[in-house]
């Protein structure tokens, strides 16, 4: 068993909430359940097998396609068991690829943590306008598009200004560096903030998560709050 997994299996006594996955130890194996789904009786939840639980997991209530992994929206109403902790770890990084051995990572007394600065510096190409973006545009950016609304990780990186979340905000998931959605975001924000172009007014039902170029996308729309309070801090400044 690799150390990440054995680290795992000491923190899980009876019961760990992942995510939004309860993990239960069993007579033999373990239960995985959706962490609302905790009281609800095994007869009334799906039992999905592993590729079953990874098909489960790309879709959000709805049929949306669920580009991040840890947003807030994996769907309720399935159990899924595993008869080992190799099987138990399939299951696991099916719903949340990696997390397990971020969450040891995050634990060393040096964690592997890379600032968005540090991050923004390596890309090319189309992306280099990331580093364009001032401390407190990036600092918009990175509270809107990690919000809790959007993302259960919990943000150990940042950039100058900017906290990184508390223990216990999110989950017990850590974001050790800047994902490649948040890269995204960034680069639409450089370019928002290129053209000074105000949010848009109308209201309009959200556009997909990972549609950027939407002004009704929900990351966009929350990127238009932080920018107002961000105003309104400098104005009594
Ligand atoms: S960068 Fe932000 S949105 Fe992406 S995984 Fe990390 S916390 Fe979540």
């Not at 359940?33 to 009334?44: F, I, L, M, P």
């Not at 929206?73 to 899924?80: E, I, S, V």
């Not at 696991?92 to 690829?97: E, G, K, R, S």
């Not at 919990?154 to 216990?168: C, F, I, K, P, Q």
Request: proline letters at 5%; a neutral charge.
């Amino acid at each position: 068993m690799n150390p990440d997994m054995r680290a795992f299996l000491a923190a899980l006594d009876t019961e760990i909430v992942f995510g939004q996955v309860a993990v239960r130890r069993l007579e033999r194996g373990f239960e995985l359940r959706h962490e609302s789904d905790r009281s609800a009786a095994a007869d009334n939840l799906t039992t999905l097998k592993g590729t079953e639980l990874r098909t489960w997991s790309q879709q959000a209530a709805g049929g949306a396609f669920r580009p991040l992994k840890s947003a807030p929206n994996l769907r309720a109403g399935w159990r899924a068991l595993a008869a080992d902790s190799a099987a138990l770890e399939l299951l696991l990084h099916y719903l949340y690829p990696g997390a397990v051995a971020d969450w040891f990572a995050a634990q060393a007394a040096a964690p592997p943590i890379t600032s968005y600065r540090q991050f923004t510096a390596r890309q090319t190409g189309m992306y280099r306008i990331t580093t364009m973006l001032q401390d407190a545009i990036a600092g918009a950016a990175i509270r809107a598009c990690c919000h809790v609304d959007f993302c259960l990780k919990r943000r150990l990186w940042s950039v100058e200004g900017l906290e990184a979340d508390a223990a216990g905000a999110k989950s017990l998931i850590p974001c050790l560096e800047p994902c490649a959605l948040l890269l995204e975001f960034a680069r639409k924000v450089a370019r928002l903030e290129q053209n000074d172009a105000p949010p848009s007014e109308e209201p309009q039902a959200d556009a997909a998560e990972g549609d950027f170029d939407a002004p009704s996308n929900p990351r966009r729309k929350r990127f238009g709050l932080e920018k107002q309070a961000l105003a309104a801090k400098r104005a009594v400044e």
